[in-house]
């Protein structure tokens, strides 16, 4: 009995985990999408854009917009948004003012930042924007200074 109760347990645990939304997941599977926007810039367009602009550590960008999706994909992305429950990123900022949430989350590489991760959400439009690199504390600071 005991073990028909334990496989039920692990069984129900691992639905709940495959239904578990994670940032790289959220890009990979709504950047296919019909009418969906994407931007991605890798670490050689950061180089070259580095030449004529501080790129402040940024490696890469990705970004994906929803202006010209469909209602029901938009409604789709903003519940697998509320899902996210990725455990190799923390959250930074949940910002929440008429109808607009921002939720901004990062990837820690021992004590520097390798990525944020900006999920913007409002009742017209949802963007997502992923920025990777190697940020220090002491980077985020100036950031938030500049």
């Known amino acids: 009995m005991k073990k028909i109760f334990l ?3 692990v069984l129900t645990m691992c639905g709940f985990a495959s239904q578990a939304q994670t ?7 709504y950047a296919k999408e019909k009418g969906v926007a994407q ?19 940024v490696t890469g960008i990705d970004v ?6 469909e209602a029901e994909l938009k409604n789709k992305l903003r519940r697998s948004v509320k899902a996210i ?3 190799d990123y923390e959250t930074l900022i949940v910002a ?7 939720r901004i989350l990062v ?25 990777r690199g190697k940020f220090s504390q002491s980077d985020l600071q100036k950031l938030i200074n500049d």
Not at 23 to 29: E, N
Not at 45 to 56: I, N, R, T, W, Y
Not at 96 to 102: E, F, H, K, S, T
């Open 7 to 9: 496989s039920i347990i």
């Open 23 to 29: 940032v790289d997941r959220l890009f990979t599977k």
């Open 64 to 69: 994906l917009s929803f202006e010209r999706c």
């Open 107 to 131: 990837k820690k590489l021992d004590e520097d930042i390798s990525e944020f991760v900006v999920l913007a959400v409002n009742s017209k439009d949802v963007a997502l924007i992923r920025l």
């Open 96 to 102: 929440r003012n008429d109808g607009d949430n921002v």
């Open 39 to 57: 931007v991605k810039i890798g670490k050689a367009g950061m180089f070259f854009a580095g030449l004529f602009e501080d790129v402040k550590g």
């Open 85 to 87: 429950d990725d455990p």
